[in-house]
């Protein structure tokens, strides 16, 4: 008799939402985590004292898009959504400001004011392309397969009108894309900067779902837990115990156990635990290059992309609210602020990225969840978290993470104080996260927060190789899900929701 149905490897949140649906299910699970928390890149902690840092992932915006949260009945186990509106803010140097607003029409509306013919562009951008976010969302929410795309895309009706003219658009770069909508490079930026949040740069090609996906933002909306984006791993962890499963902490995976072409269980720490069915929730260059003994390491498993990182993100404890010179009230507080001058600044910035350069001007994410969530800092205090782009995780000449990050980190605070000037003097406590933190801390390689580059050559059934997408591996009782596997990166969960339908399927086969 194994010790349980099934055992996971790694508690990040799609592992989480694996294991918590085949606890739900009446499975007896175990999950095993690296770290001494749950959560992997979506955990919380009180870096300085009063204030809560997210360590990883911010802003729940794909997750809403599931029903995983409903069908979990994560609420039962202490999970509070905030729903945060307006979702945009980008301000610019000389006052301006453009916002994206929940309410598709608002956001028109304010458009329209501030750039006539802009707000009617961007209605018209939402309807060529709402089709195409339903199709890409479903897609998300089934296993990848050329079938499964077909259907979706072209059974689904997922372009509107002439495929022969929506197809050019959908090959393109996505910071072209913007072009054949919008005429102020005002409007284009926000749009790009971040679609660029998914890693590939607006010069790529075939990248153009990243800012056709836009109507989905106004489905979804954003939120986040309270307490911190942890407080849904938290939740998970609750939930999963509460249906007899078990959560081990500081429980490092040496090693899966393989009998001839089938996985039995894990080794941690030198004691052996064994399953019926094993789901890594690793990073993919864990699973088959560290936790798979060698003759079983498909040959696919060599060639993933991981590339050299992309973000580095600087947190900060506040003692006062920040305050943006383009709109001092406090919706700009509340939204994702998506700073960044135009197209031009992010190539910029990529060219340095390219060079194996920090680069010398970054584009940023600024979020102060603080205005929603009276929680996450003292009373007066804020939290100012950076996301900036793009941070090589490999510097070029040698240079070392150790020897630049205080300056580096300084550069991201300059870029950000030209926007709402007296920040700096406003911080009491600091974490800078670059990739080579990431790396260390959270165990992504290389400092992707993707895990694997999200493009074209892997994504749908190629993530995270061609043969092993579809949740399942070459190995019986072998199953994958996370970031390494489709849909990706980012909090949705949709991977961890996917793969646990697959291991159900299968376990409940072997029942009859
Ligand atoms: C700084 C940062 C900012 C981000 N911002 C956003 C955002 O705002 N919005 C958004 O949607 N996404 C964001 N992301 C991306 C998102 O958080 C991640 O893509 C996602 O959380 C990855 O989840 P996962 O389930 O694949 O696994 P991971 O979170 O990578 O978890 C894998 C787990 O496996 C564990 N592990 C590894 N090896 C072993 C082993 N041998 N034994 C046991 N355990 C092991 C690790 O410790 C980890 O807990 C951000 C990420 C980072 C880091």
Same mark, same amino acid.
């Given at each position: 008799? =194994? ?30 985590? +690296? ?53 945009? $803010? ?5 006052? %301006? ?87 102020? %490079? ?18 790529? =090609? ?24 942890? !407080? ?36 941690? *720490? ?18 088959? &290059? ?50 960044? +001058? ?49 941070? =090589?995780? %490999? ?15 300084? +550069? ?13 003097? #406003?911080?009491?406590?600091?974490? $800078? ?6 790396? +260390? ?11 694997? %580059? ?5 994504? $749908? ?26 849909? &990706? *990166?980012?909090? !949705? ?17 072997? #029942?009859?």
């Amino acid at each position: 008799m =194994p010790d349980f149905d099934v055992i996971t490897v790694g508690a990040g949140h799609n592992a989480l939402i694996t294991s918590a649906y085949l606890a739900q299910a009446g499975y007896k699970v175990g999950v095993f985590e +690296r770290r001494d928390v749950v959560g992997g890149a979506v955990s919380t902690k009180e870096i300085v004292p009063g204030y809560q840092f997210d360590l990883g992932g911010s802003a729940h915006i794909l997750i809403r898009l599931t029903p995983i949260i409903e069908e979990l009945g994560l609420e039962r186990y202490g999970l509070e959504y905030i729903d945060i509106d307006p979702l945009f $803010f980008a301000p610019y140097r000389d006052g %301006e400001s453009v916002f994206i607003h929940r309410s598709e029409q608002k956001t028109v509306e304010g458009l329209e004011r501030s750039y006539p013919g802009e707000g009617e562009a961007y209605r018209r951008f939402m309807d060529d392309w709402r089709p195409f976010g339903k199709a890409v969302k479903e897609l998300f929410l089934s296993t990848p397969s050329p079938l499964n795309l077909g259907k979706k895309m072209i059974f689904g009706k997922a372009i509107k009108g002439d495929w022969k003219k929506a197809l050019p658009k959908i090959l393109k770069p996505y910071g072209e894309v913007v072009d054949s909508y919008f005429k102020e %490079e005002r409007v284009k930026t926000p749009l790009v900067w971040m679609a660029a949040q998914s890693g590939p740069p607006p010069s790529e =090609p075939f990248s153009s779902p990243f800012v056709l996906w836009q109507p989905l933002y106004h489905e979804s909306g954003m939120a986040r837990p309270k307490g911190g984006s942890g !407080m849904l791993t938290q939740a998970l962890g609750r939930h999963i115990e509460a249906h007899g499963g078990q959560l081990f902490v500081n429980a490092s995976v040496e090693k899966i156990l393989v009998e001839g072409t089938r996985a039995t269980g894990v080794q941690v *720490g030198g004691q052996v635990y064994t399953a019926r069915s094993v789901v890594a929730g690793t990073h993919a260059l864990e699973t088959f &290059g560290k936790l798979l003994p060698e003759a079983h390491r498909p040959e696919g498993s060599r060639h993933m992309r991981v590339g050299n990182g992309f973000g580095a993100i600087l947190r900060l404890a506040l003692n006062a609210p920040v305050r943006y010179s383009a709109h001092p009230g406090d919706a700009a507080r509340r939204a994702l602020g998506l700073i960044c +001058r135009d197209r031009a600044q992010l190539s910029a910035a990529y060219g340095d990225f390219l060079a194996g350069r920090p680069a010398a001007d970054p584009p940023i994410v600024a979020m102060s969840f603080s205005a929603v969530d009276d929680t996450l800092a003292p009373p007066g205090g804020e939290v100012l978290w950076l996301w900036a782009q793009y941070f =090589p995780y %490999e510097l070029a000449h040698g240079a070392r993470w150790a020897d630049i990050e205080d300056e580096v980190a300084e +550069r991201i605070l300059d870029a950000y104080e030209v926007y709402a000037p007296g920040t700096k003097a #406003k911080v009491v406590g600091k974490l $800078f996260q670059h990739p080579e933190w990431l790396e +260390r801390h959270l165990g992504l390689y290389r400092g992707n927060v993707m895990h694997l %580059e999200m493009s074209l050559d892997q994504m $749908f059934a190629l993530r995270p190789f061609l043969g092993m997408a579809e949740y399942k591996t070459h190995l019986k009782g072998l199953y994958l899900t996370g970031a390494s596997t489709h849909p &990706g *990166g980012g909090i !949705m969960g949709a991977s961890g929701r996917n793969a646990a339908r697959v291991v159900l399927k299968d376990l409940e086969k072997k #029942k009859v």
